[in-house]
Nanobody
Framework: EVQLVESGGGLVQPGGSLRLSCTASGFTFSSAAMSWVRKAPGKGLEWVSTITAGGSTTYYTDSVKGRFTISRDNAKNTLYLQMNSLKPEDTGLYYC????????WGQGTQVIVSS
């Protein structure tokens, strides 16, 4: 059974940082590209970032470029999202998902950026 478990969310002031983690099991993590997707209050799902299976290539939506860094540790079956210079508009529920079809999702971890 595929399982994705996100953690690391919380309440942070604007300009602060958080690191999200996604621990995977039930599939060959090292063979799967992975993505982070978020849902802001009252809005639809927004793709945030993707990393290839080996971790050599990363992609970001424009609004987070230069502030967020996606990475992975295949030995630990874990995906990360380092989020710096957080803004109120980064508030939302953050999910990790398998690629290429986003067939599997975690339950999400809540990020609130507010003073």
């Amino acid at each position: 059974e595929v399982q994705l478990v996100e953690s690391g969310g919380g309440l942070v002031q604007p300009g602060g940082s958080l690191r999200l983690s996604c621990t995977a099991s039930g599939f060959t993590f090292s063979s799967a590209a992975m993505s982070w997707v978020r849902k802001a209050p009252g809005k639809g799902l927004e793709w945030v970032s993707t990393i290839t299976a080996g971790g050599s290539t990363t992609y970001y939506t424009d609004s987070v470029k230069g502030r967020f860094t996606i990475s992975r540790d295949n030995a630990k079956n874990t995906l990360y999202l380092q989020m710096n210079s957080l803004k109120p508009e980064d508030t939302g529920l953050y999910y990790c998902a398998t690629e290429p079809s986003r067939d599997y999702w975690g339950q999400g971890t809540q990020v609130i950026v507010s003073s």
